[in-house]
């Protein structure tokens, strides 16, 4: 089943060089890249982003550090894209990831790991009429 996701990498990817390494990734599964775009974001698109978190004790953190500098923000179309990227992200803390996954060899943080892909088919088209409203 075709479908679309979004992804984000985050501003450690973008410090770290690594936004055509963890491009190349997807690409190479077979996702094809409908939009993309290099972006700064301020604390009314991170809150809108990461809605269900505000809340949380972790989310200051988390807010601080994807305002801090700039982010890729795109949306992949693939069989099963949602899964798909969620399997090459891995584990959320990166050193817990499994070797083989963009956290497992790339990560070392809970925090700055790199990637967000959409969760669940909901989430994809709640993210990609947030960042990419033209294609919602």
Known sequence: MTQRTFVLLKPDA??????????ARFEAKGLEIVAMELRHIDGEQADAHY???????FYPPLRDFVTSGPLVALVLQGDEAIEVVRTLNGATDGRKAAPGTI???LSLSNREN???GSDSPESAEREIALWFPGLA
């Open 51 to 57: 809605a269900e978190h505000v809340e949380r004790d």
């Open 103 to 105: 956290r497992g060899d």
């Open 114 to 116: 790199l990637v967000h």
């Open 14 to 23: 973008v410090r770290r060089g690594l936004v055509g390494t963890l491009l």
